[in-house]
């Protein structure tokens, strides 16, 4: 059974100004695995891998019907490569739950659909 489906959209440009602005972003959004990740890349890669993540943790946080907030950060959320370079969600961990992600990306956007079954 579904328990929640969530769909996120973001444009790469918004997050490459985010980051020259403050290149503390990164940290804010990206857990230290998902940093190391991160840093695997070069240039526009590396603003379309966070974008990704950013668009990927809010989808989840989406599906998962609580938002960002009290509940949830975007640092209780890691989402890592799987060994065929799938995005796969760790944590959190949901007894009984099985988390599906999908992201992709363009030149100009990135987007993430994540699907929660219980």
Do not use: C, W
């Amino acid at each position: 059974m579904i328990k929640g489906i969530g769909l996120d959209m973001i444009d790469l440009d918004r997050i490459r100004q985010a980051v020259e602005q403050n290149p503390r972003f990164i940290e804010r959004i990206l857990t230290t695995e998902e940093q190391n990740l991160y840093l695997k890349y070069t240039g526009s890669r590396q603003v379309e891998f966070l974008a990704g993540r950013f668009s990927a943790k809010e989808a989840y946080a989406k599906a998962n019907g609580t938002g960002f907030g009290k509940e949830l950060s975007f640092l209780d959320v890691e989402i890592l490569t799987g060994e065929n370079g799938e995005p796969r969600l760790l944590k959190p961990q949901k007894a009984g739950e099985t988390v599906f992600v999908s992201i992709t990306h363009t030149g100009r956007s990135a987007a993430a659909q994540v699907i929660i079954e219980i």
